[in-house]
């Protein structure tokens, strides 16, 4: 059975303020996004609903440092609640491209929606959970452990 959906849930020591900061301002995507063996030193911001952002990812030399383009194309944004935006491949120009033309396998997902959400635990704590929503197919592993891995490298402040 095909993966039609990944989530990833990580509880911060940080108010929500903070936490959402991470998904907002270009310098803190630049330390997460991407999977362990990867930089991002591409991010130009258009946060706002209707806005698209490019995000590059670079992949370490052991892969090759090959570098990778997205874009995120925000439907809805509720401040310190919500975050929705449809992620698709691009090129280095953010313009979409098909999965089999940037090397993935062609049951890689054209459209992945991505829900984030940020929940006030109270004591300090935020609970951020995101969840990608496609067919992943054969690369539902991959993409599962790719969110784990970027959601792990989320720092707040320094």
Known sequence: MATKQITVSRVFDASAEEVWQLWTE??????????????????????????????????????????????WTYTVITPLERIEFLMNLSDADGVRQKPTAVGMPADFPEDVRTVVTFEPLGEGQTKMTVTEYADFGQIAYFAQLGLEQSIGKMRIGK
Do not use: H
């Open 26 to 71: 270009p310098e803190n995507i630049k330390q997460w996004w991407g999977p362990d063996i990867f930089t991002c030193p591409l991010v130009e911001l258009d946060f706002r609903v209707g806005g698209t952002s490019l995000v590059g990812m670079k992949a370490g030399p052991e892969m090759g440092g090959r570098l990778f383009y997205n874009t």
